[in-house]
């Protein structure tokens, strides 16, 4: 890798049709980002499909590229993401979903964390609801600022009725890391908790109490819908969440001392 590109965090987001529209106000939030000297962002956005809705509103700025993949009956946003890490060529990757939108300073925060200590794999971030009528909405039970030690997460989404103390929308990672673990699981919702609690049985992670994401919540947001929460399928995902993270910590693998 490149001095260069070793420099580099790719912002990865998937994106399709009804959620398009809020790729500006997304690009905004990127292009409000002030990163160290010698440091730059590029921001890959991969529709989930192939369709005339997208490429409208996606930015033209050198900085974004955009790509499409072939639509798949229960692809959705883990597998969008994980096809766009074939252009994901820089030393760290970061999440934002495309009607998401970043705080200034959250880069650069996420990006001093890993920087400083080699065995945190993962930065996550304090996270804001930002409502229909523009007003935001936090809740509590967040951790405290500072590390976040192997299997924390796990401990606390199984006795809190899966619901992790950090927000994966909110993911800053080893991009060696991520693709040592196989991107995001493939499974039709919940795919970033899984990859969330599958870095925390490998590595230590990073919480920042600074507000680093505005969580949009509409109408359109596929967590919302009635089949996010179908009892059958809800309990088959978190089974499989949970036996992919104890799987991981039983083996016994951990991110390298001195990976970057």
């Known amino acids: 890798m490149s001095a260069a590109v070793n420099r580099r965090v790719t912002v990865v987001t998937a994106v399709h049709g009804p959620s398009a529209p809020f790729l500006p106000e997304a690009h905004a939030s ?68 495309a009607d998401d939108r970043l705080t200034p300073g959250a880069l650069a925060r996420d990006l001093a964390a890993l920087e400083a200590d ?46 992790a103390q950090v927000h994966p929308a909110t993911l800053l990672v080893r991009r060696d890391l991520l693709l040592a673990l196989g991107g995001w699981m493939a499974l039709p919702a919940s795919e970033d908790t899984g990859l969330l609690l599958a870095l925390n049985a490998v590595s230590r992670g990073w919480f920042t109490q600074e507000v680093g994401l505005l969580y949009r919540k509409w109408e359109g947001q596929e967590t919302g819908q009635a089949a996010h929460a179908e009892p059958a399928e809800h309990a088959a995902r978190m089974a499989v969440v949970e036996a992919r993270a104890r799987a991981l910590a039983a083996f016994g693998w951990r991110l390298p001392e001195g990976t970057r």
């Open 30 to 97: 990127l292009c409000a980002q002030e990163l160290p000297d010698g440091w730059e962002w590029r921001w890959v956005i991969q529709e989930d499909g192939r369709t005339e809705d997208v490429r409208p509103y996606v930015p033209d700025d050198p900085r974004v590229v955009f790509h499409q993949g072939r639509p798949g009956r229960q692809g959705g946003p883990g597998v969008a993401r994980t096809l766009a890490l074939a252009h994901a060529d820089g030393a760290y990757v970061k999440v934002l979903d």
């Open 118 to 163: 080699p065995s945190v794999g993962w930065a996550t971030s304090r996270v804001l609801d930002l409502l229909p009528d523009g007003s935001t909405a936090g809740f509590p039970g967040d951790p405290v600022h500072g590390p976040v030690e192997r299997g924390e997460v796990l401990g606390f989404w199984k006795a809190n009725g899966f619901r």
